[in-house]
């Protein structure tokens, strides 16, 4: 069966680094997607990847191994805003994606 | 701004009712989904549509039924609510050649059915 899988909960402190790991097993695999969720807001893209290496985006990049079937988003210099759910996806060999449960962020001041 | 619009945000509803929701987006997107979202597991996908009157069955369809007569608009019906079909519902929307994966969603609708 296909699963993605990545922690519950995740507690950080204001102005530190956090790092949201995934790890996945698909039929087949045509990019990795990270979203942040809000409470109660729609889930909102932040990156894609589909080769490996690292992808900045400000303060938010995003890491893929294919051949360990993982990723991390790593996100600096944190603020309170980001205390969110962080939603890892796989499109798979048939462009359907596959969705983990989510990350909730907390962040402390 | 590019807007997914879910007709209700909250609802709640009897066992054996028929309920509809509604969700419009203004992108002039071809693709349109629905999935819901329920605690500790990931967005299951419950049918999605790439045009006009076409719909194909996603991961969880049963009991569920859904119509796309317009481009913008993708409803989803529960012929029948039943208890276990609380949940939080998001409706989502793409280009065709969206291969970067990236859907717009809409903000949700939580249906309790009692």
């Known amino acids: 069966g296909q699963n993605i899988d990545q922690p519950t909960e995740m507690t950080a402190t204001e102005g530190a680094i956090v790092q949201i790991n995934c790890t996945y097993q698909?039929?087949?695999?045509?990019?990795l997607f990270w979203y942040q969720q809000h409470a109660g807001e729609a889930p909102t893209f932040l990156s894609y990847?589909?080769l490996d290496g690292l992808e900045e985006k400000g303060r938010f990049s995003s890491f893929l191994s294919r051949s360990k079937g993982y990723s991390y988003l790593l996100l600096k210099e944190l603020q309170m805003k980001d205390s969110a759910s962080y939603l890892c996806?796989?499109?798979?060999?048939?462009?359907?994606?596959?969705w983990g449960a989510g990350t909730k962020l907390i962040i402390k001041p | 701004d590019v807007k997914v619009t879910q007709s209700s945000r909250y609802l709640v509803k009897r066992t054996g009712e028929k309920v509809f929701l509604e969700c419009v987006q203004d992108?002039?997107?071809?693709?349109m989904f629905w999935y819901r979202q329920d605690p500790g597991l990931g967005l299951r996908l419950i049918y999605f549509?790439?045009?006009?009157?076409?719909?194909e069955k996603g991961d969880i369809p049963e009991g569920y039924s859904v119509s796309r007569e317009k481009k913008e608009r993708f409803s989803l019906i529960l012929e029948s609510a039943s208890t276990n079909q609380t949940s939080m519902y998001l409706c989502?929307?793409?280009?065709?050649?969206?291969?970067?994966?990236?859907?717009?969603f809409g903000e949700g609708s939580r249906l309790t059915v009692l």
């Open positions: 989502a929307s793409s280009f065709r050649e969206a291969v970067t994966g990236e859907l717009f």
């Open positions: 990847n589909v």
């Open positions: 549509s790439y045009d006009v009157k076409m719909k």
């Open positions: 698909t039929s087949g695999f045509n990019g």
């Open positions: 996806a796989v499109m798979d060999s048939n462009y359907q994606l596959i």
């Open positions: 992108m002039d997107h071809e693709n």
